[in-house]
C-alpha cells in the first residue's frame, strides 16, 4: 500500500521539496531542478522574494483576515483600482475569489444571472472551444473541452456547446484567413441550430494553456466571436486564469489582439504561488443590472481577504517597478528561439508556438503527416520523466480526444535570467 497519507494522483512516488530560491527548486536529497513552468504556471516572479514576504508579514501583522460581507479592507480595493487600471479601465469591477476555478464559476454565475435580471432566463447555456481547460469544480469543468477530465460528469453537467477553435498547426497553414472563416461559420452553425437565444456566453482562452500546448488564436478569429456574440446579445468572457498578470507579455493576453472580454477570470499568477488569489473583472453596467435586481448571489469564504489581497499588490508592484513585462518580451524571444532550433534538430518536434513565456511544444511520430504518438507510448510523460532526471521541470499534456497529440509547456519564471533561459 502507498505510504502517503495524500491521494491526488496515481503513478509513482515523488520527491520530497526542501526549499526554492529564485527559478530553482531543491528536494530532500539536494537535487537541484530548474522551475521551467513555475510550479503549474503560477510561481511566477520565482521563489523565496523577500519583498512579497514582507508585505505579506507586514499583512499579517494588520489583519489576516476578515469577511467580505462584514467589512471592507484596504488591500482589496487598491488591488481592485489596480486591476482596473491594467485593462485601461475597460472593466471596472472587481469579485475576488481565491482560484482559477472559482474566477470562472463565479464568471459563469455572473453571466447567468445577468440575463436572469434582463429577464432573458431562457439564456441556459455557453459556448466554449474543444479543447480548452476552464477548471474542476462542475460548472468550470462543464465548459471545459478535455476528454478525460469530462467523462465522469458529463450527465450533471451544465449545458454547454464545444465548438473547435482553430488550429493552425494542423489545419490553417495553407490558407489561415480561410481556416478562420470556416470554424466561425461552423461556430455560427451550432449557435443558430442549438438556438441563439439560448446562450449566455461563449467562453474561451484568449491564449491558449495546458490543453491545447500554448496553441494562439488569432486577431480575426477573435473578432469574429466577438461580432457573433454582439449579433446573438450573448457575453464574451475570456478566461485569462493562466494567462493574466503578464504571462504573454502584456498584463491580460487580451490585449495582444484588441479584442476586450465582457467579463474576465483572472488567478494563478496574481497570486505567483505566494497565497491563492483570482479575480473576475467585469464590465461595470452588467454588475449595476445585477445589484439592481438583489445582489450577486455568490461568494466564498476566502475571497477578498486582506492577506490574499497585500499579496496580489505586492506581485503587481514588484512586476511594475522591475519592468517585468520587457523581461518577458526579452526572455520571450530567446526562449522561442531555442525551442525552434528543437525543431530542427528532432523529427518528433512538431509545432513550438507561444507568445511572452507561454509556450507549447507538440510532439509528433510523423512530422510530414503530424501524426500523432499512439496514446499508449505516453511520450509526454516520458520526456517529462527525462527533463526531470536532468533537473528541468516542464508541465507536460496529452489530449486524448483526437484534437493534437502529446505535448509539454515551457512557462518559467517571468523573472528568469538569459542564463537560466
Ligand atoms: N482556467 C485555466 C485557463 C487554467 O489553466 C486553469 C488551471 O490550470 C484553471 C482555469 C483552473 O484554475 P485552478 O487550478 O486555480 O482552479
Request: aromatic share 10%.
Amino acid at each position: 500500500m502507498d505510504p502517503s497519507p495524500l491521494f491526488y494522483q496515481a503513478g509513482p512516488a515523488l520527491p520530497e521539496v526542501s526549499h526554492a530560491k529564485g527559478v530553482y527548486l531543491w528536494d530532500d536529497t539536494g537535487k537541484q531542478y530548474l522551475d521551467g513552468c513555475s510550479g503549474a504556471i503560477a510561481c511566477n516572479l520565482g521563489h523565496g522574494r523577500d519583498d512579497i514576504r514582507d508585505a505579506m508579514l507586514a499583512q499579517l501583522d494588520r489583519v489576516a483576515f476578515t469577511y467580505r460581507t462584514q467589512f471592507e479592507n484596504a488591500p482589496a480595493v487598491a488591488l481592485a483600482e489596480t486591476l482596473i487600471a491594467l485593462t485601461h479601465r475597460q472593466l471596472e469591477k472587481v469579485f475576488f475569489v481565491s482560484s482559477g476555478s472559482e474566477a470562472v464559476e463565479s464568471a459563469l454565475k455572473l453571466a447567468r444571472q445577468y440575463f436572469v435580471a434582463r429577464g432573458e432566463p431562457q439564456r441556459q447555456r455557453f459556448v466554449s472551444l474543444r479543447p480548452s481547460y476552464h477548471g474542476s469544480t462542475l460548472g468550470a469543468l462543464g465548459v471545459t473541452g478535455y476528454g478525460p477530465l469530462e467523462a465522469p460528469f458529463t450527465d450533471i453537467f451544465t449545458a454547454s456547446l464545444k465548438v473547435p477553435g482553430p488550429d493552425f498547426y494542423r489545419h490553417g497553414e495553407a490558407n489561415d484567413a480561410r481556416h478562420v472563416a470556416r470554424v466561425l461559420e461552423e461556430t455560427r452553425a451550432t449557435i443558430e441550430a442549438a438556438g441563439p437565444e439560448t446562450i449566455i456566453a461563449f467562453v474561451l482562452e484568449p491564449v491558449g494553456g495546458a490543453s491545447t500546448g500554448a496553441r494562439l488564436l488569432d486577431r480575426h478569429y477573435l473578432e469574429g466571436v466577438r461580432a457573433l456574440c454582439v449579433e446573438f446579445d450573448c457575453l464574451l468572457i475570456f478566461d485569462e486564469v493562466l494567462t493574466g498578470v503578464g504571462r504573454t507579455g502584456a498584463w491580460f493576453a487580451y490585449q495582444h489582439y484588441g479584442v476586450t472580454p465582457d467579463l474576465l477570470a483572472t488567478a494563478k499568477g496574481l497570486g505567483a504561488g505566494y497565497y491563492p488569489v483570482g479575480a473576475v473583472l467585469s464590465r461595470a453596467d452588467i454588475v449595476a443590472t445585477i445589484m439592481a435586481s438583489g445582489g450577486f448571489q455568490h461568494g466564498h469564504t476566502y475571497a477578498g481577504n486582506p492577506l490574499a489581497c497585500a499579496t496580489g499588490l505586492a506581485v503587481v508592484d514588484a512586476m511594475q517597478r522591475e519592468h517585468v513585462l520587457d523581461n518577458v518580451a526579452a526572455r520571450g524571444r530567446e526562449l522561442k528561439e531555442g525551442l525552434q532550433a528543437l525543431k530542427a534538430r528532432f523529427p518528433w518536434v512538431g509545432d513550438v508556438r507561444g507568445l511572452g513565456l507561454l509556450w507549447g511544444v507538440e510532439l509528433v511520430a510523423d512530422a510530414d503527416t503530424k501524426a500523432p504518438f499512439p496514446a499508449e507510448q505516453n511520450r509526454f510523460a516520458r520526456i517529462t520523466s527525462l527533463a526531470r532526471e536532468e533537473g528541468l521541470l516542464i508541465y507536460p499534456r496529452r489530449t486524448l480526444n483526437g484534437v493534437a497529440g502529446d505535448h509539454f509547456l515551457v512557462t518559467p519564471p517571468l523573472t528568469i535570467d538569459a542564463a537560466d533561459i
